[in-house]
């Protein structure tokens, strides 16, 4: 069954909900609810991606996530920690996260491959051609889901190389990260080619920007969270370990709606 991986940003300028839950109490107490909806883990960032955002120095990013994965650890939620530091993610593992969610699949820090073989946790390895620009200068492709598959594919051998359970991996194609909506929509048609890498697979669609354009103008980042629900339902049905999502109670009927739909064929 595809997991539902609720986002929690405790940053001050993410993209869509930056600010709303920087304080350790408020993110707490939302992580708890997007649990209560079903949830199944949570992913705490403390820096945002966005094209431009400026980045945080680790010792902050750690003062932000860190209280957060320690509370919702006791809480007996399974966090993971989305970040692109090998320091962070050690210090989110001795607070008890069981995850390392990094968009740069170990290519922003030279020693995150070490951190991952030391704390034993899962690790996802997201495509990553650098750090997003508002240009997207480095979106180009001749075969988008050949191409990407084949880069994922080279950071997953660099990783079994350094010495990393190859159990301990989790793939993300990276929606949004160096791709346009044209890319996006092609990487989610060939999910299917990602999965035979022979590693679980996490699609993060939520509220990015590809999903306003098909909205057209006028319409706000909430507003995308029916698409994204969509797409959680098609890419549970094309066999996705988990998707990454704001807003999980829609996403949660998706997926609930699935599973209906294939136990009915089942019967």
Same mark, same amino acid.
């Given at each position: 069954m595809t997991l539902i991986m609720g986002v929690l940003n405790v940053t001050p300028d993410s993209f869509s909900d930056g600010g709303l839950w920087l304080e350790p109490e408020?993110?707490?107490?939302?992580?708890?609810?997007?649990?209560?909806? !079903?949830?199944?883990?949570?992913?705490?960032? %403390?820096?945002s991606t966005r094209p431009g955002a400026l980045r945080v120095d680790p010792e902050e990013e750690r003062a932000r996530v860190v209280p957060v994965i320690r509370s919702l650890a006791e809480h007996g939620v399974t #966090? *993971?920690?989305?970040? $692109?530091n090998a320091s962070t993610a050690r210090a989110a593992a001795d607070a !008890?996260?069981?995850?390392?969610?990094?968009?740069? @699949? %170990? &290519?922003a820090d030279a020693t995150m491959p070490d951190a991952v073989l030391d704390t034993g946790l899962q690790y996802v390895v997201m495509h990553w051609r650098g750090r997003l620009d508002a240009a997207d200068s480095r979106a180009v492709?001749? =075969?988008?889901?050949?191409?990407?598959?084949?880069? &994922? *594919?080279?950071?997953?051998?660099? &990783? $079994? +190389?350094? @010495?990393? =359970?190859?159990?301990? $991996?989790i793939l993300d194609p990276g929606l949004g990260f160096s791709k346009n909506a044209h890319h996006n929509w092609q990487v989610l048609a060939g999910l299917h080619e990602f999965e035979t890498l022979g590693y679980p697979v996490l699609i993060g669609a939520s509220r990015k920007r590809f999903l %306003?354009? &098909?909205? @057209? +103008?006028?319409?706000?980042?909430? +507003?995308?969270?029916?698409?994204?629900? #969509?797409?959680?339902? $098609?890419?549970?049905?094309? @066999?996705?370990?988990? #998707?990454? #999502?704001?807003?999980?109670? *829609?996403?949660?009927m998706a997926l609930d709606v699935v599973q209906a739909w294939q136990a009915g064929r089942d019967d």
């Open positions: 408020a993110a707490v107490a939302h992580a708890l609810d997007l649990v209560a909806q !079903g949830a199944d883990l949570i992913d705490v960032g %403390g820096e #966090v *993971s920690v989305d970040t $692109l !008890g996260a069981a995850i390392i969610n990094d968009v740069s @699949g %170990g &290519l492709y001749t =075969d988008t889901v050949r191409e990407v598959r084949s880069e &994922l *594919s080279a950071r997953v051998t660099s &990783l $079994l +190389d350094h @010495g990393i =359970d190859p159990a301990k $991996l %306003g354009t &098909l909205l @057209g +103008d006028g319409a706000t980042v909430e +507003d995308r969270d029916a698409p994204t629900a #969509v797409i959680s339902a $098609l890419a549970a049905q094309a @066999g996705a370990w988990a #998707v990454r #999502v704001h807003d999980v109670a *829609s996403t949660r």
